[in-house]
């Protein structure tokens, strides 16, 4: 039986039956080749010499080195953006003074360009890590914030009079029904930090340009080496896979009581 034929047991071709994911990342491959085949220019080679290339640069040490650099730039300036935009967010969601103090700051800070700050971290901070997670803490901890105050504000009333009507206690009711009641939209918010985190990292330390695949990114472009260049890109979106990826499972053991057919599964 071949790959078109119909299945006895489901009705459908088996063709597709097969993930989407890996056909679209085949297909994404395939068009890569052929338009780098058929283009010829230098800055967009074809995958196979990008390949080749991320190869080299991984038996000669240079990508492993930067990759854990990069990879503890984004942990430091993750954790910090998280802890300080979920404290931010829920005291901005439950208190309308707290709310009316920082949230022309916290919606000035979110719209406006992360990367013209990084200027100021180099001066007051030097160039060295310090800079670098500073620039990941500006672009990932506002989006926490704004998403963890809406998460709050949007828990049911009902909820929070029924915890008052049994006694509960302003903790309790934070803890134990404005908290689990938020946490989806939370996780939410906290997936759109980490992908601004990976955005930060990177383009924190192409600008700082003292560590990390950034780094390797901005020597390689003054050489107008576009194999390199696509090279890290491609780890880049790796570590960016790889990140979403943790955090959805995260999510999917923090917010397990959700259905399936809230999460958009089947």
Do not use: C
Not at 47 to 57: F, H, N, P
Not at 64 to 76: E, M, Y
Not at 212 to 226: K, M, N, W, Y
Request: positive net charge; hydrophobic residues 55%.
């Amino acid at each position: 039986m071949n790959a078109l034929t119909v299945s006895r047991s489901g009705g459908q071709p088996s063709w597709r039956r097969l993930p989407d994911a890996p056909l679209s990342l085949a297909a994404g491959a395939v068009a890569w080749e052929l338009v780098g085949h058929l283009a010829g220019v230098p800055f967009f080679p074809p995958l196979s010499t990008v390949l080749v290339r991320l190869a080299e640069m991984a038996s000669g040490g240079l990508i492993f080195s930067s990759l854990g650099d990069s990879l503890v730039n984004l942990a430091l300036g993750f954790a910090i953006s998280l802890v300080a935009g979920l404290v931010t967010g829920v005291a901005m969601g439950r208190y309308r003074k707290v709310e009316a103090a920082l949230g022309v700051y916290v919606y000035s800070l979110l719209t406006a360009p992360s990367l013209v700050f990084a200027p100021i971290f180099f001066s007051v901070l030097g160039a060295g890590r310090g800079s670098i997670v500073a620039v990941v803490v500006m672009y990932a901890m506002f989006v926490i914030i704004i998403n963890t105050a809406s998460a709050i504000q949007s828990v049911p009333a009902h909820l929070v009079e029924m915890a008052r009507s049994y006694g509960a206690s302003e903790r309790q009711v934070l803890l134990r029904v404005m908290l689990p009641a938020a946490a989806p939209m939370i996780m939410a918010g906290v997936r759109l930090g980490v992908g601004r985190a990976v955005t930060g990292m990177i383009n924190g330390e192409m600008f700082i340009a003292v560590v990390g695949l950034g780094h390797i990114v901005t020597e390689a472009s003054g050489r107008f080496d576009g194999a390199s260049v696509l090279a890290v890109l491609l780890i880049i979106i790796a570590v960016a896979l790889g990140a979403v990826a943790l955090v959805q499972a995260v999510d999917r053991r923090v917010t397990g009581w959700v259905p399936k057919t809230s999460r958009g599964e089947q």
